[in-house]
């Protein structure tokens, strides 16, 4: 029923610019905590950054602050990360997840399907 799609991903130079998208079908974003990962080839997925379903913030990773905002539009059901100043070591797929604010409105995470960021040197 729920289902997230990213989209935004691409090929950017070092010092550039990306916005991602995730779009949540199914459910009204406003029920959910949503959330950034990532994974680059050969290591772990990792947590980028979060916003809870009041709008406020879950932190960012180290590698990512001042670098990175996140933001939602609930009337879009659409969650952004905006991207600056783009690293190689931020090359990885980007994931898009959803967790339910409280046990009222269920128990399952999300996923997306991901999306290709790569940074050029």
């Known amino acids: 029923q729920v289902q997230l799609a990213e989209s935004g991903g691409g090929l950017v130079q070092a010092g550039g610019s990306l916005r991602l998208s995730c779009v949540v079908s199914g459910d009204t974003l406003s029920n959910y905590n949503m959330k950034w990962f990532r994974q680059a080839p050969g290591k772990e997925r990792e947590f980028v950054t979060g916003?809870?379903?009041?709008?406020?913030?879950?932190g960012f990773a180290d590698s990512v602050k001042g670098r990175f905002t996140i933001s939602r539009d609930n009337a879009k059901n659409t969650v952004y990360l905006q991207m600056n100043s783009l690293k190689p070591e931020d090359t990885a797929v980007y994931y898009c997840?959803?967790?339910?604010?409280?046990?009222?409105?269920?128990?399952?995470?999300?996923w997306g399907q991901g999306t290709q960021v790569t940074v050029s040197s």
């Open positions: 916003v809870r379903w009041t709008g406020s913030s879950l």
């Open positions: 997840n959803a967790s339910p604010r409280s046990t009222y409105y269920g128990k399952d995470n999300y």
